[in-house]
């Protein structure tokens, strides 16, 4: 990889890297003052619809599965993504454990919201998912929220870790490979 390649790849995780300081200390979407990157805001995006396809392709499941197929599907893509990437680069999965990273802290959002409801959801009278999961035992969404929010951070800290491991090595490859082109 040339230099250009390595001083893209530093500033796409160093970008990374600032999208997972504004995860770790921002309210959420509960907060009246929420306003996310614009990577964040088009990625939500993106998490929204295969949220809702989760719900959609669940359905036949029963309503349990109906229900927590969103948020299932929303950290299932990205899972699946790193597993692929893993088998075929693994050099490239920092990407793909950042977006499941920022899933998990998407979820645990939804999750800590369910005694609440405060999120604005996507229409008038559509069923918050986490509520209805949790109806018995409501009390245990902020403990459950927080378990899977820092499940997320960590992930996207090590998808962040990784990337720059792979950075460094590919560094160190390139000036091994120069050096020994200029020693023939």
């Known amino acids: 990889m040339g230099r250009t390649g390595l001083i893209f ?4 995780l160093s970008y990374l890297a600032y999208l997972l300081y504004f995860l770790a200390t921002t309210d ?11 990577a964040l805001f088009i990625l939500d995006t993106i998490n929204l619809f295969i949220h809702e396809a989760g719900h959609f392709f669940l359905r036949l499941f029963g309503m349990w599965i109906y229900v927590f197929g969103g948020s299932f599907f929303q950290c299932f893509v990205p899972l699946l993504l790193l597993i692929v990437t893993w088998r075929q680069n693994p050099s490239q999965t920092p ?3 950042f977006w499941l990273g920022e899933n998990l802290v998407n979820v645990s959002i939804y999750i800590r919201d369910a005694p ?11 069923i918050h998912d986490w509520s209805w ?3 018995d035992n409501l009390d245990s969404a902020e403990t459950l ?3 899977v929010f820092i499940c997320g951070l960590l992930i996207c800290a090590a998808g962040l870790v990784a990337g720059f491991y792979f950075v ?3 560094f ?4 091994v490979a120069v050096e020994n082109s200029g020693n023939r």
Do not use: Q
């Open 28 to 38: 959420g979407p509960a907060g009246f003052d929420y306003h996310p990157p614009f």
């Open 145 to 147: 929220g927080v378990i």
């Open 133 to 135: 999961l949790l109806s």
């Open 95 to 97: 990407y793909p454990a």
């Open 168 to 170: 460094v090595r590919s």
């Open 172 to 175: 160190r490859e390139d000036a």
């Open 9 to 12: 790849k530093i500033i796409l």
């Open 116 to 126: 609440y409801r405060h999120l604005r959801l996507i229409a008038k009278g559509v």
